[in-house]
């Protein structure tokens, strides 16, 4: 099955700078990618997400780009804000098979 | 995207009891999940709850422990059966919309004490 790997699992950036999140997959077959941005006591939700037909996807401050043939995806974050602090989750998913998770990574942007 | 509630929001509850969380969503759909979040880590896949047949359970899940209803395209209930403080944890209902695109409830925060 689908196995994602995520990183770094902290990040600490000053507000402004950029943050890069990266997550690798197991399955090839895999053809959807969505990030999910968890802030505390809150539910995940979703911020973006990217399909295996496109290798880059922006929405204002964050982008989401995709790499099939060695199988990661990364979100980017530009200027980055306190209220950008979360933790955010990556996943993918091939078809009708299940949304599988990465482990977190939890944003910490001080001012 | 749809509105989904959950009730209840917080619950504390006694070792060996039982607990039902509700999950409503404002329109139809037909993918209905349920997550088990644990403090701190990632979102993990009790079930995908089935509108008319049995639910479909991860490894490590079973029906005798989690037992799932949903009787219609609107509504899923998870049961928490003969819990024990391990069961503490975030549990959340999920609803695929579109294009494989899931949305979240508010999540029940569940303590076994």
């Known amino acids: 099955g689908e196995n994602v790997e995520q990183h770094p699992s902290t990040l600490s950036v000053q507000e402004g700078d950029s943050a890069v999140i990266k997550c690798t997959y197991s399955?090839?077959?895999?053809?959807?990618f969505p990030w999910y941005k968890q802030e505390l006591g809150k539910r995940p939700q979703l911020i973006i997400d990217i399909r295996s037909n496109v290798g880059e996807k922006k929405d204002q401050r964050i982008a989401v780009t995709l790499n099939k043939t060695a199988k990661h995806f990364s979100l980017h974050i530009t200027e980055t804000q306190p209220e950008d602090s979360a933790v955010y989750f990556c996943a993918a998913k091939e078809g009708f098979q299940k949304l599988v998770f990465g482990t977190g990574t939890r944003l910490l942007v001080s001012p | 995207s749809a509105v989904i509630s959950q009730k209840p929001s917080r619950d504390i509850c006694q070792r060996g009891t039982s607990l039902t969380i509700q999950c409503q969503v404002d329109s139809q759909v037909t993918m209905m999940f349920w997550y088990r979040q644990q403090p701190g880590q990632s979102l993990t896949l009790i079930a995908t709850a089935n509108q008319g047949s049995e639910a479909t359970y991860e490894s490590g899940f079973v029906i005798d422990k989690f037992p799932i209803s949903r009787p219609n395209l609107t509504f899923s209930t998870l049961t928490v059966s003969n819990m024990s403080p391990e069961d503490s944890s975030i549990y959340l209902c999920?609803?695929?919309?579109?294009?494989?695109?899931?949305?979240f409830g508010p999540g029940t925060r569940l303590t076994v004490t």
């Open positions: 399955d090839s077959a895999s053809n959807y």
């Open positions: 999920s609803v695929e919309e579109g294009r494989n695109e899931q949305y």
